[in-house]
């Protein structure tokens, strides 16, 4: 079982967090003027990266989103931060 | 190509079996192709054989990073079936097992494929209505396929546990009787073997590392083993697709988890057809040598390495043995993964993108070893034409954009 740190819990299993996406992804706006194919690679489009990510996952037990970074080859967690705006 | 039959094992076998010659060519790269294959997995293999085959350009190369099969090919459970749910899918998944139903004659090479039939077993009300639902799906789109009762299903599968405290009691499901497993080195062996006797060269220990863009079509790849001037490159190399096609600004709608798989200690013959259950995820079949061969769900930590975690690990096993007590006895041989290429609708992405020339064949996630004859069939159609075969055209990358997904993990309720 590996662990991962919740900015606002601390350490905690695995299982208690679910991925949710790359992190970065910049909404394209205004809605109106957004192409169908920009539209696309933002909600489906990835980089799937080999090695270091980032990362947006949510900690399942308390609900926060936040930004982990991680390599993705080796699975060693380099560090997780509360998303902008949100105070730990 | 030396043919195999029982005559020339009959035959070799007179002069001590030293007569046999390598199955496929070791091929050192050339200048140049006409087509480039970019993974010598099973899609890589198939395609460059029905680019020689069936559209009879030969000089081809499947470029193979590390050892043919030695990617998601070679870590599959083998379970080969086409109970899906969109007529898109069943048209896909059942070309692929008319193709696989007479492949070992295609290849002169046995893929051992074994139509045993597949059970997909459900324990509440609810999840035998969207069994009924699969079933009635399956017959509109002209697939063998039905519903079957707790009575015909514990027959097929005796010991499953039906005591009065078994969590999850076998109501029935859905069955195909097509379904079934195949070998799965043999599907790449078979493939790789009967493309090198046509032309094809395979390249194995030669990564691609670049692809040449030119005026906005493709013009050769860059390889470990030096530059290879091309105009049409194929990518089919399941979850390092992505990272290819990022070579020319092209992102793809995937994410790379691992799937893992178990088999135990071979035992006496227990358990012969394929089983999944939609109450744990696991699924489990008996190998030829005895051994349980079982799988189940993604690990939930996308991931490059090919190594599974404890925790799916946990689910598949305690799902196993929820459903066979039993195998609470057995010993497990090896556990192992292999890194799935998964797409939001989990169904694949095969057509062009970005610059002209380039293909791909990807997102088969936890099921494509079945569609390894279709997958390569479709692939070398749109490298030889350029254009769609009718039936990878709904599956184009473009189906994102114009909101046409085909989403089979919510209409058929399976990963596999
Ligand atoms: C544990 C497990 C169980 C599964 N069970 C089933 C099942 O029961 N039924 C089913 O239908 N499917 C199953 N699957 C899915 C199935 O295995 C895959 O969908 C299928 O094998 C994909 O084939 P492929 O040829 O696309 O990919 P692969 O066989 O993975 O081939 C891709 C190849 O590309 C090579 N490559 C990568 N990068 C490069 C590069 N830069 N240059 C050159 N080569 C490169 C890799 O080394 C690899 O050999 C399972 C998968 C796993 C992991
Ligand atoms: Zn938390």
Redesign the pocket.
């Known amino acids: 079982m590996q662990r991962f740190s919740c900015p606002f819990c601390g350490l905690r299993d695995e299982t208690e967090f679910h991925f949710a996406a790359e992190a970065g992804k910049h909404r394209p706006e205004p809605a109106p003027e957004v192409s169908d194919a920009d539209w696309a690679d933002y909600l489906f489009g990835n980089d799937a990266p080999r090695g270091p990510a980032r990362e947006v996952w949510v900690h399942l037990t308390c609900g926060e989103f936040f930004v982990m970074t991680r390599d993705t080859v080796t699975r060693e967690v380099l560090g997780s931060a509360a998303l902008p705006g949100r105070s730990q | 190509m030396q043919r195999y039959s029982a005559f020339s094992l009959l035959r070799h076998g007179l002069t001590g079996h030293r007569g046999w010659r390598p199955a496929w060519a070791k091929a050192r790269p050339r200048a140049a192709y006409d087509a480039v294959i970019?993974?010598?997995?099973?899609?890589?293999l198939a395609t460059a054989y029905y680019l020689a085959k069936n559209h009879g350009i030969s000089r081809v190369a499947v470029?193979?990073?590390?050892w043919?099969?030695?990617?998601?090919?070679?870590?599959?459970?083998?379970?080969?079936r086409s109970n899906y749910f969109y007529p898109e899918s069943v048209a896909l998944y059942d070309l692929s097992l008319r193709l696989y139903e007479r492949l070992s004659r295609a290849l002169n090479y046995n893929v051992m494929l074994s139509q045993r039939g597949m059970l997909i077993a459900a324990h509440t009300p609810a999840q035998m209505e969207i069994c009924a639902r699969i079933a009635n799906a399956m017959q509109l789109n002209g697939v063998d396929g039905h519903l079957m009762g707790a009575e015909e299903a514990v027959r097929r599968i005796p010991l499953l546990n039906q005591t009065a405290d078994a969590r999850f009691r076998c109501l029935g499901g859905v069955w195909q009787g097509r379904a079934g497993v195949a070998r799965h080195d043999a599907v790449a062996w078979g493939y790789a073997r009967a493309a090198s006797a046509l032309g094809v060269d395979i390249i194995e220990n030669?990564?691609?590392?670049g692809l040449d863009v030119q005026g906005g079509r493709i013009c050769g790849v860059d390889?470990t083993l030096g530059r290879i001037r091309t105009e049409r490159v194929g990518l089919?190399?399941?979850?390092?697709t992505p990272g290819?096609a990022a070579l020319t600004g092209v992102r793809l709608p995937i994410h790379t988890y691992a799937?893992?798989?178990f088999v135990s200690e071979p035992v006496k013959p227990m358990l012969d057809t394929v089983l999944l259950y939609l109450g744990t995820g696991t699924y489990v079949s008996q190998s030829d040598k005895g051994e349980l061969v079982i799988?189940g769900g993604l690990d939930r930590v996308p991931t490059h390495g090919q190594r599974g975690n404890l925790p799916a690990q946990e689910t598949v096993i305690s799902g196993l043995l929820e459903m066979f007590p039993a195998f609470a006895q057995l010993k497990l041989l090896r556990q192992?993964?292999?890194v799935?290429d998964v797409v939001p609708d989990s169904s694949p992405v095969i057509g062009p993108v970005g610059p002209g020339g380039l293909y791909v064949?990807?997102g088969?996630?936890?099921?494509?070893?079945?569609?390894?004859p279709a997958?390569g069939w479709l692939l070398a159609h749109l490298l030889a034409t350029g254009a769609h075969h009718e039936i990878s055209r709904p599956f184009d990358l473009d189906r994102f954009a114009r909101g046409r997904l085909i989403d089979e993990a919510a209409g058929s309720g399976i990963a596999?």
């Open positions: 970019v993974g010598g997995g099973g899609h890589g470029l193979e990073k590390g043919i099969g030695g990617g998601n090919t070679g870590r599959n459970t083998t379970a080969v030669c990564a691609v590392t390889t089919a190399a399941a979850g390092a290819l799937l893992q798989a799988g192992w993964a292999g799935v064949n990807c088969w996630g936890t099921g494509g070893f079945k569609a390894i997958g596999h």
